[in-house]
């Protein structure tokens, strides 16, 4: 769900660079519902058009999934992997639908419970989001690059507003740690043969960040095979 996605989403990996460019693949499929949340496009769940899937009643039109897949399929190109293998299309066809519908799932657990979004946490993202940019009009023509205005914007900071908080409140995250052998395994599993990734002493916080993540994700996956498991979905893709 995520990411995740991306927003949170690693770069190739050089000398002093941030993330592993064999972990590109692995962080875009099992990108967190935290992150992926903050993508959710302008049409909103159960919008007009025909469905890709259904949700306790609740539609995933065509019309979302087409604009997930498109952003997802760019990440992936960006990252300088290619998109156009049987494969990767098929594990993008695959994420989007998950993290359509586990959003789905979250947001109608979130309305169940009476969770409202912060709105002083979402003015504050919103405000960071936009100071990020030389002036509004920069800030403005980013977003319509995006396929969002200022105000579709604001609804999608809302909506993941609402997915942290529902998680929070379900998920204990703050025991997840790294281990050092789990941080020496997954950097060796990286950096085997490949000698342009930077030292672990230069890159030990995206590992254990790495690591930390993969642990959450399981965490979230499983609440939101509890929540299928209670619920009716069916995907007609």
């Known amino acids: ?6 927003n949170q989403e690693g770069g190739a990996a050089k000398r002093g660079g941030l993330s592993f ?15 992926v949340g903050y993508f959710v496009m302008n049409g909103g769940i159960g919008g007009q058009g025909a469905a890709v899937a259904m949700v306790n009643g609740s539609k995933i ?4 999934y087409d604009v997930r897949y498109a952003r997802l399929e760019n990440t992936v190109t960006a990252q300088g992997q290619s998109a156009t293998s049987t494969e990767i299309q ?10 359509l519908i ?5 947001l109608q657990a979130a309305e169940k419970e009476g969770i409202k979004a912060d709105s002083v946490a979402v003015d504050a993202a919103f ?11 920069a800030f403005e023509a980013e977003l319509k690059k995006q396929g969002f205005t200022e105000s579709t914007f604001k609804e999608t900071i809302e909506r993941n507003n609402l997915i942290q908080q529902y998680l929070k409140a379900h998920i204990d995250i703050s025991s997840i740690t790294a281990s050092e052998a789990e941080v020496k395994d997954l950097y060796e599993q990286v950096s085997a043969g490949d000698d342009t990734v930077p030292p672990l002493s230069e890159v030990r916080a995206q590992v254990e960040n790495q690591i930390i993540s993969q642990k959450q994700q399981v965490l979230i996956t499983n609440h939101i095979n509890e929540l299928k498991a ?3 979905v069916e995907t007609l893709i």
């Open 127 to 137: 405000t960071q989001s936009k100071a990020g940019f030389p002036d509004a009009t």
């Open 102 to 106: 586990s959003e789905t799932l979250v």
């Open 1 to 6: 769900m995520g990411e995740e996605t991306t």
């Open 90 to 99: 098929l594990a993008i066809k695959e994420q989007v639908l998950n993290d």
């Open 21 to 35: 460019a064999k972990l590109i693949i692995f962080i875009v499929i099992v990108a967190a519902i935290i992150v």
């Open 61 to 64: 039109t065509r019309s979302e």
């Open 230 to 232: 209670a619920g009716t």
